[in-house]
């Protein structure tokens, strides 16, 4: 989930050109290095939402606190997603992928020794950073070792399956390592599963690199990293400090101005680290916004969904974990069947199938109260877990589905960055709106004040209903132009 590059993208280009890898006989297993960097991404998003009460509890953390452990680490992930793919191309994916992998390791060990929360939020941005560089570099791995497309299909399939086992793994290993250990454990875990990467990764990954990498644009990294963090902060300290008070109002006005101003300047750019142009295509934008939509929903109902089941129910984080895999479950059985539809029937119907679930879920959600049957919660989470695992599929293929095959392997890059926008959106807005409105003991308040929060998870939903429905046509579907040329080496070869 937390930082995965969409790995439903067997045409993209990013390894066009390259040389065949020399390690044939091991591509197998570089397939499996590179599910385990994804694996423990995956694993980590999870783990730390259900940690959250205990860190609450030892770190003495306020509930604005508690969002900026889940949101330092996502704004400096969607940051810098499409930067870690450029310094890739240019410097060597496996060097690039081992310092991802160092960085995460050092991240993780650094949270689990924090003794405030300050701390724990600045190396959660170092444990990101590492993150940044392991699952889209891993894609341009596995794109450079299959060069076979009926191969490469089958591995991204194999990808694409264990970022499912992630989702359903991380309550129930979470839950247990919390009520085992405690919360420095969901951090220490990745260490030892880094450090068998890193040592497979030196003896059995190959270097490569792009023949023409595109230009880094320093500007344009800046521009982005300051829209999405005063944006951030203005929502998540708003009710704090009053969303007429100064520093909010220029948080808002600095990440507006931030954003027009990426607009423009890339815009005049040849080779830009966003390009604004793909936005032309209604297919394309559909995609970016429901993807918004869609992982926003999904981490504000994780977040809300562990301070409710843990504060007000007050479940262990075990307990927690094992509520919640009705939700994981539906959601590694409808991602492959979301996968065939597209395929047989295009993206329409499985959007608007999410969409349905995560309204239903929102909407149902509304009426919790602490007194809430066990039997209801699992019909939402169900409910949800269906939508979520609807989804994925035709955002990607919605993406990629009018650019240039050159340009694939960017539209999903970008797609990437904004599901990691939306999972920041998702805590800093529900978790805004819901934790300021509780009023009296957190545990009998929490749960009327989270209303706003679920209703607003529905109109998420809603707006995928919509988005699916508008976007997703024939006509729809058409490029975006007009499209940077292609590089000599790289026909524009449309994506079917």
């Given at each position: 989930?937390?930082?995965?590059?969409?790995?439903?993208?067997?045409?993209?280009?990013?390894g066009?050109?390259?040389?065949?890898?020399?390690?044939?006989?091991?591509?197998?297993?570089?397939?499996g290095?590179c599910?385990?960097?994804?694996?423990?991404?995956?694993?980590?998003?999870?783990?730390?939402?259900l940690?959250?009460?205990?860190?609450?509890?030892?770190?003495?953390?306020t509930?604005?606190?508690?969002?900026?452990?889940?949101d330092?680490?996502?704004v400096?992930?969607?940051?810098?997603?499409?930067?870690?793919?450029?310094?890739?191309?240019?410097?060597?994916?496996?060097?690039?992928?081992?310092?991802?992998?160092?960085?995460?390791?050092?991240?993780?060990?650094?949270?689990?020794?924090?003794?405030?929360?300050?701390s724990l939020?600045?190396?959660?941005?170092?444990?990101?950073?590492?993150?940044?560089?392991?699952?889209p570099?891993?894609?341009?791995?596995?794109?450079?070792?299959?060069?076979?497309?009926?191969?490469?299909?089958?591995?991204?399939?194999?990808?694409?399956?264990?970022?499912?086992?992630?989702?359903?793994?991380?309550?129930?290993?979470?839950?247990?390592?919390?009520?085992?250990?405690?919360?420095?454990a969901?951090?220490?875990?990745?260490?030892?599963?880094?450090?068998?990467?890193?040592?497979?990764?030196?003896?059995?990954?190959?270097?490569?690199?792009?023949?023409?990498?595109?230009?880094?644009?320093?500007?344009?990294?800046?521009?982005?990293?300051?829209?999405?963090?005063?944006?951030?902060?203005?929502?998540?300290?708003?009710?704090?400090?009053?969303?007429?008070?100064?520093?909010?109002?220029?948080?808002?006005?600095?990440?507006?101005?931030?954003?027009?101003?990426?607009?423009?300047?890339?815009?005049?750019?040849?080779?830009?680290?966003?390009?604004?142009?793909?936005?032309?295509?209604?297919?394309f934008?559909?995609?970016?916004?429901?993807?918004?939509?869609?992982?926003?929903?999904?981490a504000?109902?994780?977040?809300?969904?562990?301070?409710?089941?843990?504060?007000?129910?007050?479940?262990?984080?075990?307990?927690?974990?094992?509520?919640?895999?009705?939700?994981?479950?539906?959601?590694?059985?409808?991602?492959?069947?979301?996968?065939?539809?597209?395929?047989?029937?295009?993206?329409?119907?499985?959007?608007?199938?999410?969409?349905?679930?995560?309204?239903a879920?929102?909407?149902?959600?509304?009426?919790?109260?602490?007194?809430?049957?066990?039997?209801?919660?699992?019909?939402?989470?169900?409910?949800?877990?269906?939508?979520?695992?609807m989804?994925?599929?035709?955002?990607t293929?919605?993406?990629v589905?009018?650019m240039?095959?050159?340009?694939?392997?960017?539209?999903?890059?970008?797609?990437?960055?904004?599901?990691?926008?939306?999972?920041?959106?998702?805590?800093?807005?529900?978790?805004s709106v819901?934790?300021?409105?509780?009023?009296?003991?957190?545990?009998?308040?929490?749960?009327?004040?989270?209303h706003?929060?679920?209703?607003?998870?529905?109109?998420?939903?809603?707006?995928?209903?919509?988005?699916?429905l508008?976007?997703?046509?024939s006509?729809?579907?058409?490029?975006?132009?007009?499209?940077?040329?292609?590089?000599?080496?790289?026909?524009?070869?449309?994506?079917?």
């Amino acid at each position: 989930m937390a930082g995965a590059t969409s790995p439903a993208t067997p045409g993209h280009a990013d390894g066009e050109g390259d040389r065949p890898p020399p390690h044939h006989r091991h591509k197998w297993l570089i397939l499996g290095i590179c599910c385990i960097s994804l694996f423990m991404v995956g694993l980590d998003t999870t783990i730390v939402n259900l940690a959250l009460p205990s860190i609450q509890e030892d770190l003495d953390a306020t509930p604005s606190g508690l969002q900026w452990t889940v949101d330092a680490y996502t704004v400096v992930l969607a940051s810098l997603l499409m930067l870690s793919g450029s310094m890739a191309d240019r410097f060597g994916r496996r060097r690039t992928f081992q310092t991802g992998l160092l960085l995460f390791s050092l991240g993780s060990l650094l949270c689990g020794l924090a003794s405030d929360t300050g701390s724990l939020i600045a190396f959660r941005m170092v444990q990101a950073t590492g993150g940044a560089m392991l699952n889209p570099v891993a894609v341009s791995i596995i794109a450079n070792t299959f060069t076979d497309l009926r191969e490469r299909a089958r591995a991204i399939g194999m990808w694409g399956a264990v970022a499912g086992v992630s989702i359903a793994l991380g309550p129930v290993v979470g839950g247990a390592l919390v009520d085992s250990t405690g919360w420095q454990a969901v951090f220490w875990v990745n260490l030892p599963v880094a450090a068998l990467a890193l040592a497979l990764t030196a003896l059995f990954v190959p270097e490569s690199k792009a023949p023409r990498p595109r230009r880094l644009d320093p500007v344009g990294q800046l521009l982005v990293i300051v829209a999405l963090a005063t944006l951030t902060f203005g929502i998540i300290e708003g009710p704090v400090k009053g969303w007429d008070s100064a520093p909010i109002v220029g948080c808002f006005t600095v990440a507006v101005a931030a954003a027009v101003s990426l607009i423009r300047y890339e815009l005049r750019r040849a080779e830009p680290l966003l390009d604004v142009r793909f936005f032309r295509s209604p297919s394309f934008s559909g995609a970016i916004a429901s993807a918004v939509c869609g992982f926003a929903a999904l981490a504000g109902f994780l977040f809300l969904n562990a301070l409710y089941l843990q504060d007000v129910k007050e479940f262990s984080p075990l307990h927690t974990g094992l509520l919640t895999l009705p939700m994981a479950a539906m959601t590694l059985v409808s991602s492959p069947l979301a996968g065939r539809i597209v395929g047989a029937r295009g993206p329409r119907v499985p959007m608007v199938i999410a969409g349905a679930g995560t309204a239903a879920c929102g909407l149902l959600l509304t009426q919790v109260r602490a007194d809430t049957p066990i039997w209801y919660l699992v019909i939402a989470y169900v409910a949800f877990g269906i939508g979520f695992g609807m989804l994925d599929a035709p955002l990607t293929y919605s993406a990629v589905s009018g650019m240039p095959r050159s340009q694939a392997g960017v539209a999903a890059a970008v797609t990437s960055t904004g599901r990691q926008v939306g999972a920041a959106l998702g805590v800093a807005v529900l978790g805004s709106v819901s934790t300021a409105r509780v009023h009296g003991p957190f545990s009998s308040g929490f749960p009327g004040a989270s209303h706003l929060g679920w209703a607003i998870m529905a109109g998420c939903g809603l707006a995928i209903m919509a988005l699916g429905l508008l976007t997703t046509g024939s006509r729809a579907r058409r490029p975006a132009e007009p499209s940077p040329e292609p590089a000599p080496d790289q026909p524009a070869e449309r994506v079917p």
